[in-house]
């Protein structure tokens, strides 16, 4: 098993400038917290030790000003251009861009619109990743959230048999995941290999969805600050 001094760990960060759902979703004051998401993000990763450097990925000046303010050597700050800050941009080719930019050891993926994905939350993955994927069981870490609910297509139930029993308990029902955008973290030679942030063999590390809970609409900025400010998010110790 590789130990953690000897890999280099780098936590990706995107932030783009140009929500249009929540107006500069990444920087105005979130639950009374002066520059918001972006200073609540860059402190919860800052606090854990065994991330090298954090690659923050933005066109975004206000972004940029303040994390040169916190004059932390472990903040990279990376002026992505215009064409890959769009909301044409595409998730694969992010994928593409991480990989030739960070060239070697493991890569946390993550998003400043979880602010409840705490440092606790982090280590926690960290931990997991080098128990189960540098163990050689998987060959990537991601994290989800399990729901078991009654769910159908077109074609009816997917994840029970109702000719067995047309209304089971729904603690008989069959888990599915949800992927999250919390963290996905996996080493640079699957980028490479695979063109993607996940293996084909990912450890699903599962999440409350309150921890998970991610804002992309003005409702859920209302919800995400009171989770937020009333400790509400099941983290872990």
């Known amino acids: 098993m590789i130990k953690k001094t000897e890999q280099k760990l780098t936590a990706f960060l995107p932030c783009r400038k140009g929500s249009e759902r929540v107006i500069n979703k990444n920087t105005k004051k979130f639950a009374d917290i002066e520059n918001g998401l972006i200073s609540i993000k860059l402190n919860q990763l800052l606090a854990i030790k065994e991330i090298d450097e954090i690659f923050l990925s933005t066109n975004d000046a206000k972004i940029?000003?303040?994390?040169?303010?916190?004059?932390?050597?472990?903040?990279?700050?990376?002026?992505?251009?215009?064409?890959?800050?769009?909301g044409e941009t595409s998730t694969d080719e992010l994928i593409q861009y991480v990989a030739k930019k960070i060239t070697n050891g493991a890569i946390i993926w993550t998003h400043v619109t979880s602010p409840s994905v705490s440092t606790s939350v982090y280590q926690e993955a960290i931990d997991n990743?080098?128990?189960?994927?540098?163990?050689?069981?998987?060959?990537?870490?991601?994290?989800?959230?399990?729901?078991?609910?009654?769910?159908?297509?077109?074609?009816?139930?997917?994840?029970?048999?109702?000719?067995?029993?047309?209304?089971?308990?729904?603690?008989?029902?069959?888990?599915?995941?949800?992927?999250?955008?919390?963290?996905?973290?996996?080493?640079?030679?699957?980028?490479?290999?695979?063109?993607?942030?996940?293996?084909?063999?990912?450890?699903?590390?599962?999440?409350?969805?309150?921890?998970?809970?991610?804002?992309?609409?003005?409702?859920?900025?209302?919800?995400?600050?009171?989770?937020?400010?009333?400790?509400?998010?099941?983290?872990?110790?």
């Not at 000003?65 to 992505?80: F, G, H, V």
């Not at 955008?181 to 450890?203: H, L, T």
């Open 129 to 237: 990743y080098y128990k189960h994927v540098l163990a050689g069981k998987y060959d990537s870490l991601m994290t989800v959230c399990a729901f078991q609910k009654f769910i159908w297509d077109a074609n009816g139930p997917i994840n029970y048999n109702k000719d067995s029993e047309k209304w089971p308990r729904t603690q008989t029902i069959q888990n599915l995941y949800e992927i999250n955008s919390g963290i996905f973290m996996a080493d640079n030679s699957i980028y490479k290999k695979y063109s993607d942030r996940i293996g084909v063999m990912p450890y699903l590390m599962k999440l409350e969805e309150l921890t998970a809970f991610d804002i992309d609409w003005e409702s859920d900025w209302i919800l995400a600050e009171q989770i937020y400010l009333n400790k509400i998010a099941k983290t872990y110790v």
């Open 64 to 86: 940029i000003n303040y994390a040169s303010s916190l004059n932390n050597n472990r903040i990279y700050i990376d002026e992505r251009s215009e064409s890959l800050c769009s």
